[in-house]
């Protein structure tokens, strides 16, 4: 009798029914969402919901998939695909999903390992943050509560995600801080949310802009470049 009651609990996690070289099929997937970031197999590759039909996925893997097989899992995350955008992108190489190629090179000189995360910008750097709100202000969509002089001739800025406005409830001094260290909280209508040194952004969303300026001029690299067999 338990032995059933397994098979059926087995049965009723989400799991592979197909493996074609980068794409997956999944069953079980009905709780799942269009452009939902996934892990894929013991492993955890990583991978995106591109199609979802009923309890049917498929899902494109970020990783090579040798070494899947028909049953593996597939584990939700409840988050889209996303990249960081804050300090740390420039002076680095990523891949398309901004693992920083450098520092995985320390680990495998020759091939991305499977399975190694969702690396993304240096977590544990510290960065000359000045805090550029005050508590009490009033806070929209865009406007920078935060900079940092990430090279000389770059001061990169740090503004407020589309999705969040309120009054600003406490802020920190302006000083070294982490990527991941609360800068600023404030007050909104959902509740208490926390601005960090960075953005998380869906990489499928464009960014908003207020305007975009049409090319005037054209783009001079002073690099010649010839093409030829």
């Given at each position: 009798?338990n ?6 609990t087995?049965?009723s996690?989400?799991?592979i ?8 099929t ?5 709780d ?6 996934v ?18 996925a ?11 097989k ?5 584990e ?6 996303s990249v ?6 420039l ?14 090179q ?6 991305i ?7 993304s ?20 969509p ?11 001739m ?9 999705n ?21 909280e404030?007050?909104?209508e959902k509740?208490?949310e ?14 908003p802009v207020?305007?975009r ?10 690099t ?6």
């Open positions: 009798m032995s059933q009651n397994n098979i059926i087995t049965e996690k989400p799991r029914v197909g493996i074609n070289g980068p794409v997956v999944a069953k079980g997937m009905t799942f969402k269009m452009r939902e970031m892990t894929v197999g013991p492993k955890k590759l990583i991978g995106e919901v591109i199609i979802l039909e009923d309890d049917i498929t899902i494109q893997v970020y990783e090579e998939t040798e070494g899947l028909i049953g593996d899992e597939i939700a995350t409840g988050n889209p695909l960081r955008l804050g300090p740390g992108l002076k680095n190489m990523f891949d398309g999903i901004e693992r920083p190629l450098n520092s995985i320390e680990i495998s000189p020759v091939f390992p499977e399975g190694i995360g969702l690396l910008i240096d977590e544990d750097k510290l960065w000359d943050f000045e805090i550029l709100v005050n508590e009490g202000d009033e806070l929209k865009g406007q920078t509560y935060a900079q940092t002089q990430e090279t000389e770059i001061n990169t800025k740090i503004m407020v995600p589309p969040i406005s309120g009054k600003v409830k406490s802020v920190k001094p302006s000083g070294k801080y982490n990527i991941n260290e609360t800068l600023v404030v007050e909104t509740g208490v926390e601005l960090k040194g960075f953005q998380e952004w869906s990489i499928r969303d464009p960014r207020t305007q300026l049409e090319p005037a001029k054209p783009l001079l690299t002073g010649r470049v010839i093409d030829t067999f």
